[in-house]
């Protein structure tokens, strides 16, 4: 069964830190474009970041550049989103979602598996 769970998510004060996993089940992530996505109350889906299958390139939105970091471990099949800095509208629940395919994408459409999502919520 193939499946994408997160977690690390959490309360924390502004200027804070957390590490969001994503952990795969039932297929092999570095086959995979993997993007981390976020979405608050009343707000759409936006893409936060992407890291591409064969290269490991890696994209972010402005808004969390220089703050945001994603990277995967392979032989744990897992992928990560640092989050450093964290400001009051980084709160959202954040998903992780795969494609097997060889692209870069935020656009949530083109993604064919998606975890759960784990809440992160930042006070000031």
């Known amino acids: 069964q193939v499946q994408l769970v997160e977690s690390g998510g959490g309360l924390v004060q502004s200027g804070e830190s957390l590490r969001l996993s994503c952990a795969a089940s039932g297929f092999t992530l570095d086959y995979y474009a993997i993007g981390w996505f976020r979405q608050a109350p009343g707000k759409a889906r936006e893409g936060v970041s992407v890291?591409?299958?064969?290269?490991?390139?890696?994209y972010y939105i402005d808004s969390v550049k220089g703050r945001f970091r994603i990277f995967r471990d392979n032989a744990k099949n897992t992928v990560y989103l640092q989050l450093n800095n964290l400001q009051p509208e980084d709160t959202a629940v954040y998903y992780c979602?795969?494609?097997?395919?060889?692209?870069?994408?935020?656009?949530?459409?083109?993604?064919?598996?998606w975890g759960q999502g784990t809440q992160v919520t930042v006070s000031s």
């Open positions: 890291i591409r299958r064969s290269d490991g390139s890696t």
């Open positions: 979602a795969a494609v097997k395919r060889e692209i870069a994408t935020m656009d949530p459409r083109l993604y064919d598996y």
